[in-house]
């Protein structure tokens, strides 16, 4: 079992930043690649962001390239997800979630192959 707890989240106005936290807790930290999701109303959970258990792959969604950066500490059990330059689009409850039984370099786009999930973090950007 792997638990995650994130954290970080808040309201914001457009233009600003945030960094959420994902403290993982359950087995080894560097054994699974991480992911952030999100889900607004109404709206499917989609990928924001990848990161191999290694640290040296990374993947964003396109409507985040070049704002967001994932990254991670295995030696603190957390995943980070810096944000900048928020716009109102990017409100939504914000995931992460662990993928087990990965190769060291890999990382996922796809929802269902993660394995746990955290409760998900509010982020609410004002215009």
């Known amino acids: 079992q792997v638990q995650l707890v994130e954290s970080g989240g808040g309201l914001v106005q457009s233009g600003g930043s945030l960094r959420l936290s994902c403290a993982a807790s359950g087995r080894p930290f560097n054994s699974y690649a991480m992911g952030w999701f999100r889900q607004a109303p109404g709206n499917e959970r989609e990928f924001v962001a990848a990161i191999s258990r290694s640290g040296g792959t990374t993947y964003y969604g396109d409507s985040v390239q070049g704002r967001f950066t994932i990254s991670r500490d295995n030696a603190k059990n957390t995943v980070y997800l810096q944000m900048n330059r928020l716009k109102p689009e990017d409100t939504a409850v914000y995931y992460c979630?662990?993928?087990?039984?990965?190769?060291?370099?890999?990382?996922?786009?796809?929802?269902?192959?993660?394995?746990?999930w955290g409760q998900g973090t509010q982020v609410t950007v004002s215009s």
């Open positions: 979630a662990a993928d087990l039984g990965v190769r060291w370099y890999y990382a996922s786009v796809r929802l269902n192959e993660y394995d746990y």
